[in-house]
């Protein structure tokens, strides 16, 4: 014991048979290692930590399979189980955890019954396979859910036969459920003090009435109040049963702070400096509505003298039609300064946005843009009707740093011409792809393939933002913003094809940094679909990548690999490129 700090104590652990895993679980379930490691010196702590690791040694081991183990914990050399709880020990030097963890059980009988139809047990819960406790509480909890999967709410496991054959180290497991009856929803009961409207509320969860009880209602429910913003806390609780077999849900909701501001910065280097701001209102008129104002200035001691600018503003009504789908009323002016073309455009929308599953969003509008334009084509003015139409299929594992899964976003804009304008339409989808490797899923392997086409309008007949071009952060890094397009007799535009292929090896050095490695390739061609005259480039580099609490900081370098571009490119935001 010499050299222990005055006061310290030394806590041994030893496994019968020197099983590093057992010792490795039982070193996390115990308090006594716990203290030793927090440099806790009061002895009746120690004691109180040494009586309680009894049970929870024990219970670790049986969670392992382990149903017949001997514990014994000496206090410098008392069993520590032998002392009254209110023992006053002057100090304590050494505690000494011995631990015999017998013979490992396999389930004997395993058997969860009544089930309803296509209930699913855990396949460790079977005859031959290891016991413990763990596997039997989600054998009960995979029967219980398998019931109210289909409507009994009330179900609950009944009746336990857990039988310990020692001679021959079996677990029988007999578990039985009473389903109960079939239950339908009853009234949505609100509670707390909320400044939004009870029926909105009500209207926002959309928990149908008399409609078999399902328990992924209740959590859709859940997200669409959470995902309005404008409540800080959710809860839903099952009520008792109404005489009628249907049951109540109790629904309380604390409210958010109404209002909220942010600003965000992002710097490449030949584009120079992009600021934006926001400024929200959540419960804009009583009803959840998100009132939002935007604005975004960028191109800040970039290549060019003139400024971009946009400013927006939006009006969410949750909740509106049905519960999954949000009305949005939008308004929009935009200076535009692009290598290629100026542009002062507006634009009004009345749109709706409906969430079909947790993956699935679809979307559609009307709207009305106007743009006043000036490039290699002379001055012109656009007036178009849009009816804007958009889906998006999300199962990415994370949206700022996804590891796995796959994303899909599809847009299609038919617009009809006013004042002369022409009539045509605009495909655009992203497709991202993301796979993980190794055990701490440190190496990460992302595709994204992007491809556009305009349609019915020629390339002077339809406006330049809504041609496509390549280069910069979301196309083709290691080359300017936009800087392939067409020229064709000498005038530089955009193109009615657009095909951009980026893949990535993301690999994390520690918890908090990681480095990228990746290579674009972009396409642009004056036709509506591609052909040989269009035009390629493509750009590689490397990365690095700092995790926050709001994703993970991103610093790229870049180069051209292929194109007319030069030089090195640097681009530095949050989240990862795609």
Same mark, same amino acid.
């Given at each position: 014991?010499?050299?222990?700090?005055?006061?310290?104590?030394?806590?041994?652990?030893?496994?019968?048979?020197?099983?590093?895993?057992?010792?490795?679980?039982?070193?996390?379930?115990?308090?006594?290692?716990?203290?030793?490691?927090?440099?806790?010196?009061?002895?009746?702590?120690?004691?109180?930590?040494?009586?309680?690791?009894?049970?929870?040694?024990?219970?670790?081991?049986?969670?392992?399979?382990?149903?017949?183990?001997?514990?014994?914990?000496?206090?410098?050399?008392?069993?520590?189980?032998?002392?009254?709880?209110?023992?006053?020990?002057?100090?304590?030097?050494?505690?000494?955890?011995?631990?015999?963890?017998?013979?490992?059980?396999?389930?004997?009988?395993?058997?969860?019954?009544?089930?309803?139809?296509?209930?699913?047990?855990?396949?460790?819960?079977?005859?031959?396979?290891?016991?413990?406790?763990?596997?039997?509480?989600?054998?009960?909890?995979?029967?219980?859910?398998?019931?109210?999967?289909?409507?009994?709410?009330?179900?609950?496991?009944?009746?336990?036969?857990? =039988?310990?054959?020692?001679?021959?180290?079996?677990?029988?497991?007999?578990?039985?459920?009473?389903?109960?009856?079939?239950?339908?929803?009853?009234?949505?009961?609100?509670?707390?003090?909320?400044?939004?409207?009870?029926?909105?509320?009500?209207?926002?969860?959309?928990?149908?009435?008399?409609?078999?009880?399902?328990?992924?209602?209740?959590?859709?429910?859940? =997200?669409?109040?959470?995902?309005?913003?404008?409540?800080?806390?959710?809860?839903?609780?099952?009520?008792?049963?109404?005489?009628?077999?249907?049951?109540?849900?109790?629904?309380?909701?604390?409210?958010?702070?109404?209002?909220?501001?942010?600003?965000?910065?992002?710097?490449?280097?030949?584009?120079?400096?992009?600021?934006?701001?926001?400024?929200?209102?959540?419960?804009?008129?009583?009803?959840?509505?998100?009132?939002?104002?935007?604005?975004?200035?960028?191109?800040?001691?970039?290549?060019?003298?003139?400024?971009?600018?946009?400013?927006?503003?939006?009006?969410?009504?949750?909740?509106?039609?049905?519960?999954?789908?949000?009305?949005?009323?939008?308004?929009? $002016?935009?200076?535009?300064?692009?290598?290629?073309?100026?542009?002062?455009?507006?634009?009004?929308?009345?749109?709706?946005?409906?969430?079909?599953?947790?993956?699935?969003?679809?979307?559609?509008?009307?709207?009305?843009?106007?743009?006043? $334009?000036?490039?290699?084509?002379?001055?012109?003015?656009?007036?178009?009707?849009?009816?804007?139409?958009?889906?998006?299929?999300?199962?990415?594992?994370?949206?700022?740093?996804?590891?796995?899964?796959?994303?899909?976003?599809?847009?299609?804009?038919?617009?009809?011409?006013?004042?002369?304008?022409?009539?045509?339409?605009?495909?655009?989808?992203?497709?991202?792809?993301?796979?993980?490797?190794?055990?701490?899923?440190?190496? $990460?392997?992302?595709?994204?393939?992007?491809?556009?086409?305009?349609?019915?309008?020629?390339?002077?007949?339809?406006?330049?933002?809504?041609?496509?071009?390549?280069?910069?952060?979301?196309?083709?890094?290691?080359?300017?913003?936009?800087?392939?397009?067409?020229?064709?007799?000498?005038?530089?535009?955009?193109?009615?094809?657009?095909?951009?292929?980026?893949?990535?090896?993301?690999?994390?050095?520690?918890?908090?940094?990681?480095?990228?490695?990746?290579?674009?390739?972009?396409?642009?061609?004056?036709?509506?679909?591609?052909?040989?005259?269009?035009?390629?480039?493509?750009?590689?580099?490397?990365?690095?990548?700092?995790?926050?609490?709001?994703?993970?900081?991103?610093?790229?370098?870049?180069?051209?690999?292929?194109?007319?571009?030069?030089?090195?490119?640097?681009?530095?935001?949050?989240?990862?490129?795609?």
């Amino acid at each position: 014991m010499t050299g222990f700090p005055a006061g310290a104590f030394d806590a041994k652990l030893k496994v019968a048979g020197g099983d590093d895993t057992i010792e490795g679980f039982l070193t996390q379930a115990s308090l006594v290692i716990a203290a030793e490691t927090d440099g806790q010196t009061n002895p009746q702590d120690i004691l109180a930590a040494a009586q309680a690791d009894y049970g929870r040694l024990v219970g670790a081991l049986y969670d392992a399979g382990y149903f017949g183990p001997v514990v014994r914990i000496l206090i410098d050399g008392q069993e520590a189980a032998t002392l009254p709880p209110l023992t006053r020990l002057p100090s304590v030097r050494q505690v000494r955890i011995e631990v015999d963890p017998g013979r490992r059980f396999e389930f004997g009988r395993a058997e969860v019954a009544p089930l309803a139809p296509g209930t699913e047990l855990p396949e460790q819960f079977a005859r031959g396979k290891a016991a413990g406790t763990a596997t039997i509480r989600e054998a009960a909890a995979a029967g219980v859910d398998g019931w109210r999967g289909v409507g009994h709410a009330k179900a609950e496991v009944t009746r336990q036969e857990i =039988t310990a054959r020692h001679e021959v180290a079996k677990l029988d497991v007999l578990l039985g459920i009473t389903p109960g009856p079939l239950v339908r929803f009853g009234r949505t009961v609100v509670s707390g003090e909320s400044a939004v409207d009870e029926g909105r509320i009500r209207e926002i969860a959309g928990i149908p009435k008399n409609e078999v009880f399902d328990q992924e209602i209740l959590e859709d429910a859940a =997200t669409r109040l959470r995902r309005t913003g404008t409540f800080s806390s959710v809860t839903l609780r099952e009520g008792e049963l109404n005489p009628d077999n249907s049951m109540d849900i109790a629904l309380a909701v604390v409210d958010a702070k109404p209002r909220r501001f942010g600003f965000g910065a992002e710097v490449e280097s030949t584009d120079g400096l992009t600021l934006s701001a926001f400024w929200l209102h959540r419960n804009f008129l009583g009803g959840a509505e998100r009132f939002r104002v935007d604005g975004e200035i960028s191109g800040i001691s970039g290549s060019t003298d003139t400024l971009d600018y946009k400013f927006s503003v939006s009006l969410t009504r949750p909740a509106t039609l049905t519960p999954e789908t949000d009305m949005i009323l939008r308004a929009n $002016v935009e200076q535009l300064s692009e290598p290629t073309y100026f542009s002062q455009q507006a634009s009004v929308s009345l749109g709706f946005t409906r969430q079909v599953s947790r993956q699935l969003t679809t979307e559609v509008a009307l709207g009305y843009r106007y743009s006043d $334009v000036e490039d290699d084509l002379g001055k012109r003015t656009f007036q178009h009707l849009t009816l804007p139409l958009g889906l998006t299929w999300d199962r990415r594992s994370d949206t700022l740093n996804p590891k796995d899964g796959t994303y899909l976003r599809f847009e299609a804009m038919p617009y009809a011409g006013l004042g002369g304008s022409a009539s045509g339409g605009r495909v655009y989808a992203d497709a991202r792809a993301y796979r993980a490797f190794g055990e701490e899923e440190g190496v $990460v392997l992302a595709g994204r393939m992007q491809i556009g086409s305009v349609m019915g309008s020629s390339i002077a007949e339809t406006p330049p933002d809504l041609l496509f071009y390549s280069g910069g952060s979301g196309t083709v890094r290691g080359h300017s913003y936009q800087s392939l397009g067409i020229t064709s007799g000498g005038n530089e535009t955009g193109g009615r094809s657009f095909l951009g292929l980026s893949t990535e090896v993301r690999v994390d050095f520690t918890d908090s940094l990681g480095g990228v490695v990746f290579y674009d390739m972009g396409y642009i061609g004056a036709n509506s679909f591609m052909d040989d005259t269009g035009g390629w480039h493509s750009g590689a580099g490397l990365g690095l990548r700092y995790q926050t609490g709001l994703g993970p900081i991103r610093l790229d370098v870049a180069t051209p690999v292929s194109g007319s571009g030069n030089g090195v490119q640097l681009y530095l935001g949050i989240g990862q490129a795609f």
